[in-house]
Structures are given as C-alpha cells and as structure tokens.
C-alpha cells in the first residue's frame, strides 16, 4: 500500500479523521495554556572521606566509609533516607511542599548526589532547594551519630553545586501536548482503517469488488503512488538510525524520540493499515520472533502497571511512558522483518544494505580514532536536541575512543560485534563472486579493524565470540587461512597503532586481577541494585524507570532488567536473545546450499554475541545497538520462514529430479541479488 492509497482510505474516512485529530488538536492547546509552568533548582553535593579515614590504616572504624570500599554505597544509603517517607514528613514541617528528588548525578561514576526541586513558584523553589541541601548534610550526620562513630571519621556531605535559579521546564508540558496530540492522530488513524476494513469485508460478503476511490487517475503517478514494502521501509530506518547521531531526539519525546525511531513508528502504522486492508498479510513460518516480542510487551506492561501501583515520581511516570513507546518501535522493526517481507531477495537487500551502512559509520570510527575528536559533535539538526547530557571524547590509555554517530563507544563496539558476522557471511557467499575483492571485503576489514579501536573488553569479547562460533564451521582450508589473516591483523594493528595491543592486554589482566577501577565500580553497582530488585522482584519498578539521573548506571542489561522488570522481564530478555540463537542453529540445519547454512551461522554468531555482550553494558538502552538488534532478530526469523518453505517444498516432491516435487522447489530456491 502507497501513500496515496493511504490518503484516499483516509480521505474516504474522513468523518473518523478529522474528529479524533481536532479532538487531540484541541486538548492538547487545552493542556498547553490551562497547565502550569513548573521550575526546577538543582545543586549537587558530594561525599568525602574525613581526613582521619583518607589515612592510610587497615580499619577506620567507620562501616560506612568503608562498606563496599566506596563512598558509592555510603551515597546510596543517604539517597534511599532523603526518599523514606520519614524525611519527606520532616521536609514537609520544614517548608519543603513541592515534588523533590534524590539521585546519582548523571554520568557521575563517584558518590555525587544530585538534589532537585521542582514547583511553580521561582522564589519558593530556590529557597526548598537550599533546604534540601542542608537536609541531605544533616540527615548523613544522623545516621553516622546513630552508628556511634567517631566524629573524626565522619564522612561529609560537600555541596560543589550550590542551588541553582530555577530554570522553567517546559520540555514536561510539550511532552503531555505531544502525547496527547500524537494520541488523537493516532486514534483517527487507526479507526478510520477499521472502518475500511469492516466495509471491505461487507462488500466481500456481498459478492462485490474492492473500493475504487475518486479522482484516483490525477494521483496515478508520482511520489505518492510510488510502491512501498517493508524493504524500503526499513532501508529509510536504517539511513535514519546510522547516518543522525543516536543521541540526538525531537524534545517533546525524550531519549526515545529519534528520527529513526518515529519513523519505525510511521513503518508500524504502515503495516497496521495494509494488513487492515487485506494487502498483506504475515509470511508462513514466521510467528517465532512475533510470539517472543509479546512475551517481551507482557513483561513491559506488568512493570508500568507496577510502576504505576508503587507510587513513582513525575520523572518515573515519564520514564515508564518513554518505555512504551520504545517497545513499540521493537515491535515495528521485529513485525516490519518477520512478517512483512515475502520476497527472499527482498530480504537479501535489506541485509546488503545493513552491512553497508555499517561500514560507513566503522569508517567514520577511524576518522574519529586517527583525528582524535568526534565528527557527529559538529552535526546540528534544527529541531534535534542530545538526550544524553556531557556527552564528549572518551579516551583510554593514551587513544582516543571512538564513538562514530553512536551515543557511546559502547554502543559503537557492540553494534559492529552484532554485524560482522553478516558481513563475512557476505564475503564468502558465492553468490557474490563477481563482485570486487574490494566489495566484498571492504565491509568486513572496516568494521572488523574498527572492534579493537574503541579499546573496550566489549569489543574483544564480541570479536571472539564471532570467531569462536563461526570458525569452526568452516572448511580446515578457509579455517587456517582465517587464523593466519588474524595473525596477521594483530601484527598490523601493533605496528601501525603502537600500544593499542598492550593497552587492551592490560584490561584484560586487571580485570581478572580485579585491581581495575571500572570493574571495582560496577561490582560496586551490583551490590547496590539488589535492594531495588528485592522490593519488586516479580515484575520490577518499571520498564525504562532505572535511569541515571534518578539513579545511576548498571553498566548491565540483566540487572537493569531485573531492577526495571523483574524476574519476568530477564525471562523475556533471555527468550530474545535464544530465539536469534534458535533462528541461526534452525536455518543452518534446514537450509539445503552451503551459503545458507552459513548464513544461519551468522545469525547464530550475531545473536551470541548479542547474548554474552549485554552483560558488560546496558545494551537495548542505546537505541541503535538495540535497532540492530531487533532488525537481525526479525530478519533470522524470516528467513527462517523462507528455509521451512523451501525445505517442505522438496520434501514434498516424489517424482525425483524430474517430478512435481522438483519444480515447486526450483520456483521457490531463493534467489540474492545485490542491493
């Protein structure tokens, strides 16, 4: 279905259109001028060590100080007694009325408090904030004196961030309006399709023919009548998601409002209208990634239900709205794959196209390495503004830390690890033979060199696991040759980029000597989040409620996953990940030609990799990690789909090579063609 076939079903269905947009249209300008503008002050306070403790002694005598060998535990203490309803009755008597809120300070790795007070009143706020301020310092005296410490090894609360001026919020209101708007859109939209859908479905019954709208010849050609599939769909998703940083968003919709995703979003709409319509229906054979992902939205809606019944702040409330919206774009590109692309070269397309435009953003990688800085830091979209606060140049050692258009070096590592696999797989596909060496290769070299240039674990532990799995699958010929290429890269990376090796033999070596600084903080981390996972621990706070600026970086999917969605949640996280393991091992034990059992392979590799990796960062919570994720997901199942097809068809052929049997297979053999 085009976008003029589009326009015309809600051009016919205007009585349903135009009464839910003006509907939305109108509340939303209620809700803009009849809501307050609220005002925020922040200050930011620290925790240091008395000068008797900073000492050099095997006991100071106080167990705050020293729980955990970081003040990290100690500021955890303090924020969950600013947050007990006892404090909150003792700010009350003080004066403190308005919303109030205790925290890590975002991106901050030490015990760095955040406090923030937000109302309508400038004056009033300001002078709450001061209040909380002091309150925080008294409140971590109190509980040092009820444990009967010393004073002298008192820790201190420092504020390095005296109360700030209010600063009006206006990003809260036009996010009510936008939502409420986007619901009247949305609710036109959908409603006018079912009313198509039940009037097809009447003139079926009647013995009719399809709906022939008005003046359709003046709209015969054109941009409009251009045909569209999920192929191309997802093609300007892709484009989207690689080529505009991911940190960048729309205002109104928060970290999870990237251009990539509100047109993941527009894609959802697209498929919901042509399968309303009877245009498309779901490939056979696909329903696998389809029933993860309700499981997956299960979880998801249990902890906004539980977040809802708990009693969350403002900022948790919106939090848990972002989520959704970010479970639905997952649905889109899982639904878009899976479901809606029934041609097999289609799909080939759509993978070429992938490995392509991740080569170009593991290029721009190198620009960033090599140059030291960032080139999506120049990048200003009018309308696009960073969701991530401080973001900058990371460097470990003495080497710059790439991040290319990604959020974070992180992401950049574990969104190659994800797609080398296929880039290989591409390589060899005998297929593609005619093809340039360059061609084909150039994929693999870019964005495989460009895993040890981001000088994380993540990238080295993802590089192995492609090389672990899809070794030993090949032939000993192909196998020994890739052993002594890799030899040989190591070898070239040494000369050309002298200390990277040692450099990231050394992570390795401190992090199993347990003497390295991050692996201490997040080991840190894992003890704090258990009491969050205890209060919840069926369904979680809250799906997208876990964040930094409330609370701080888990640095782990799977924790973060039990803290947001409970035991549940990590259920339906680890059903995503052995679905994309089932997908590969399935395909490589159906397929019939060499290519595409390595092709399973591949996705074997990819969703592996994706399975191991999520436990060294927060993975689905960097939005192009998780698009990719997502998009091989539905792509394995959808080939899948193809590979049972194929297998059933020759299996049901008796005839030999000549017999019925034979030619359905033969029409059905997949077919790759080049994007």
Not at 57 to 84: F, K
Not at 310 to 318: I, T, Y
Not at 421 to 429: E, G, I, R, S
Not at 571 to 589: D, E, K, P, Y
Request: hydrophobic fraction near 50%; include cysteine; charge should be positive.
């Amino acid at each position: 279905m085009n976008l003029g076939e589009i326009l015309d079903v809600l051009r016919r269905r205007w009585y349903v259109m135009l009464p839910a947009a003006l509907l939305g249209l109108l509340t939303g300008v209620y809700l803009y001028t009849a809501v307050p503008v609220s005002y925020e002050s922040q200050s930011s306070v620290s925790l240091l060590d008395s000068a008797a403790a900073a000492r050099p002694a095997p006991l100071y005598g106080n167990p705050i100080a020293n729980a955990g060998g970081s003040l990290v535990v100690t500021a955890d203490v303090l924020i969950r007694t600013l947050q007990s309803s006892d404090a909150a009755r003792d700010l009350h008597s003080r004066g403190v009325t308005d919303t109030y809120t205790v925290g890590f300070a975002p991106n901050a790795s030490g015990p760095l408090m955040s406090l923030a007070v937000t109302g309508t009143d400038q004056v009033k706020v300001l002078r709450e904030t001061e209040t909380l301020t002091k309150f925080a310092a008294e409140q971590l005296e109190a509980l040092q004196a009820t444990a009967k410490i010393a004073p002298q090894y008192y820790v201190n609360a420092t504020p390095i961030v005296t109360p700030q001026t209010p600063v009006s919020q206006l990003k809260s209101r036009y996010q009510v309006v936008a939502a409420v708007v986007i619901a009247g859109m949305s609710g036109g939209f959908f409603g006018s399709f079912a009313v198509e859908s039940y009037a097809l479905a009447r003139r079926r019954r009647r013995g009719l023919g399809p709906i022939v709208p008005k003046g359709r010849r003046r709209f015969r050609r054109g941009l409009l009548r251009r045909p569209l599939d999920s192929t191309t769909l997802l093609t300007g998703y892709l484009a989207l998601a690689f080529f505009i940083p991911s940190n960048l968003d729309l205002p109104a919709l928060g970290g999870v409002g990237t251009p990539a995703n509100v047109f993941a979003l527009l894609g959802l709409l697209w498929y919901v209208a042509c399968w309303l319509t009877g245009r498309v229906t779901p490939a056979p054979g696909t329903r696998g990634p389809r029933v993860v992902m309700c499981v997956l939205a299960a979880a998801v809606l249990m902890a906004y239900i539980a977040d809802g019944s708990r009693g969350s702040s403002h900022e948790e409330v919106l939090a848990a709205d972002r989520g959704l919206i970010g479970l639905l774009v997952w649905v889109s590109l899982v639904v878009l794959t899976s479901a809606g692309i029934h041609e097999r070269e289609r799909l080939d397309t759509l993978m070429r196209r992938l490995v392509i435009m991740g080569s170009v953003v593991a290029a721009i990688g190198y620009y960033d390495f090599f140059t030291a800085t960032n080139i999506a830091d120049s990048l200003h979209i009018p309308g696009l503004q960073s969701s991530v606060a401080g973001v900058r140049t990371l460097d470990r050692g003495s080497f710059v830390r790439p991040r290319s258009t990604t959020a974070q070096s992180l992401e950049f590592a574990g969104m190659l690890a994800i797609l080398v696999p296929f880039a290989v797989q591409q390589a060899f596909d005998p297929v593609r033979r005619h093809a340039g060496a360059l061609r084909r290769w150039g994929p693999v070299v870019l964005m495989g060199g460009a895993l040890p240039l981001t000088v994380s674990r993540t990238s080295i532990i993802g590089a192995a696991i492609v090389i672990l799995v899809m070794l030993p699958r090949w032939k000993p010929q192909r196998r020994w040759a890739a052993i002594g290429v890799l030899i040989a890269s190591v070898g070239v990376l040494k000369v050309l980029v002298p200390g990277l090796i040692g450099t990231i033999t050394t992570l390795f070596s401190t992090f199993l000597s347990n003497s390295d600084s991050s692996t201490q903080a997040r080991t840190v981390k894992y003890s704090a989040i258990v009491p969050y996972v205890r209060e919840h621990p069926l369904f979680g706070r809250g799906f997208g409620t876990f964040t930094p600026d409330l609370y701080f970086f888990t640095d782990n999917q799977y924790m973060l996953t039990l803290a947001e969605m409970g035991a549940l949640g990590l259920i339906a996280l680890l059903a995503l990940f052995l679905s994309g393991i089932h997908h590969g091992g399935a395909i490589r034990r159906l397929a019939r030609s060499e290519s595409d059992r390595e092709l399973g392979q591949a996705f074997f590799a990819s969703a592996m990799v994706a399975l191991v990796i999520s436990a060294t960062f927060d993975a689905l919570m960097f939005p192009m990690f998780a698009g990719m994720f997502f998009v091989t997901l539905g792509a394995g199942g959808s080939y899948l789909g193809f590979i049972r097809r194929d297998a059933a068809a020759g299996a049901g052929g008796s005839g030999g090579k000549d017999g019925p049997g034979a030619t359905a297979a033969a029409a059905l053999q997949p077919q790759l063609v080049e994007s």
